[in-house]
């Protein structure tokens, strides 16, 4: 038996996983600030789970059609724009990318992808058999990320890039796309005659700012929208996400006729996501107003509790994550401070983060959680500048 090349080489654990799973092992008091998933962190909403039992309850009856129920689409037009024909329901945004890697690239194609970025979406083209092009993004504190014109140019242009991977706002940047970026990412795709993607999970959770814009339903280019349940309801096990298309009527149609021929043969999502997603999406609203209060207090904490003398917590404009640059006295800063006060974070490489420094920080723990770490961490940063 042999794998595909694409496991010649199996990922190792790194240090930081073994050394968090022994601490978890042995029973350690750890802070978690690297847990991104909102359902420990008591968020979203008690009604979720009613309305999907009552979807289950009604979803004997298999009456598949391959975009996903036509109710549910038309509450996502309701509530997003567009027509009910515009969407696709996939169990999630990582499905949406695979669909995408099979309707608009053949093998050995690229993705233009943000960098630093979302971990995920590599792997995810790589098992499309495609490859990734990173265009750069640049930190210049307390302005934001910046989009480098020349360099996104230079990645669009490689050869096989095929479509332009926008990320808004950025995990872990939190960086929106502005308007001025938007003009710029659709310039290149009628440039170079790339498809537009534009994963917006995060979209609704602005945090250092009120809002963002939106690239969904951008008309001047085909385009693709990623959005979903699992951060637009704090519920990534309700496995219901969904794709928008838009752009010009000639793109859009052979688009939408490859689309639904993917959908025919991943078969749809499930029934109870289906019949429970009209009623799922009347509770956005309050899911998304209570987790941007605790983003915003959490960040309010990491920055009044580290001192802006020792740790430098960088602008977030949006999504679940903060960027803190820590002192760079040890070469893994990450490791030592999990290491050192059992404080752990995600290091900054993870999601090649050019600067060693600098680590992501969940903003979903509770605020008592987030108080403990953020102590041990002025604690670590009052060490290390001490040389202890
Ligand atoms: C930017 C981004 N896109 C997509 C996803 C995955 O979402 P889903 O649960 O819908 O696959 C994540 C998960 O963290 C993410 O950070």
């Known amino acids: 038996m042999t794998l595909s090349r694409r496991w010649r080489t199996l990922p190792a ?23 991104s998933n909102p359902t420990r962190h008591d968020l979203g909403s008690p009604e979720t789970a009613e309305i999907w039992a009552r979807a289950a309850c009604q979803a004997g009856r298999y009456d598949p059609d391959p975009r996903g129920p036509v109710a549910a689409r038309e509450a996502l037009a309701a509530r997003f724009g567009g027509g009910p ?14 669909w995408l890697g099979a309707l608009l690239a053949d093998p050995g194609d ?38 480098d014109p020349e360099r996104l140019d230079a990645a ?39 498809a537009l993607v534009a994963d917006e999970v995060f979209n609704p959770f602005a945090v250092d700012r009120d809002e963002g814009v939106r690239l969904a339903g951008e008309p001047q280019v085909l385009s693709f929208a990623l959005d979903g349940l699992s951060k637009l309801l704090c519920a990534p096990g309700l496995k219901t996400a969904w794709i928008r298309l838009s752009g010009p009527a000639a793109e859009t149609a052979p688009a939408r006729a490859a689309l639904d021929q993917i959908a025919d043969s991943f078969l749809p999502v499930s029934a109870a996501a289906g019949l429970a997603l009209p009623g799922l999406l009347g509770l956005a609203d309050s899911v998304v107003a209570a987790t941007r209060a605790r983003l915003r207090s959490n960040l309010a904490c990491l920055r009044a509790g580290l001192g802006a003398d020792r ?22 800063p990450a490791l030592d401070l ?18 060693p420094g ?19 961490l002025r604690a670590w940063s009052d060490e290390t500048a001490a040389g202890v």
């Open 358 to 376: 600098c680590v992501a920080i969940s903003l979903l723990p509770a605020p008592a959680v987030m108080a403990e770490g953020c102590a041990r």
């Open 156 to 194: 669009v242009a490689r050869p096989g890039v095929r479509a332009l991977v926008a990320v808004n706002p950025g995990n872990p940047t939190g960086a929106y796309v502005d308007s001025a970026d938007r003009d710029r990412l659709v310039e290149s795709c009628r440039r170079w005659g790339l």
């Open 13 to 35: 654990e790194n240090d930081w996983a073994k050394t968090r799973a022994r601490l978890l092992a042995a029973g350690a008091d750890l802070v978690d600030l690297a847990d």
């Open 311 to 332: 740790v430098r917590v960088r602008r977030c404009d949006g999504g679940w994550t903060a960027l803190a640059d820590l002192p760079r006295t040890r070469p893994d």
């Open 85 to 98: 024909d515009d969407y696709w329901l996939t169990a999630s945004t990582s499905e949406a990318y695979a």
């Open 110 to 147: 690229a993705f233009a992808i943000p960098a630093p970025g979302y971990p995920l979406i590599e792997p995810l083209a790589r098992f499309s058999a495609l490859r990734t092009e990173a265009y750069p993004l640049h930190y210049l504190h307390p302005y934001g990320w910046l989009l």
């Open 338 to 355: 999990l290491a050192a006060q059992r404080v752990a974070v995600h290091p900054g490489w993870f999601y090649d983060l050019p600067d």
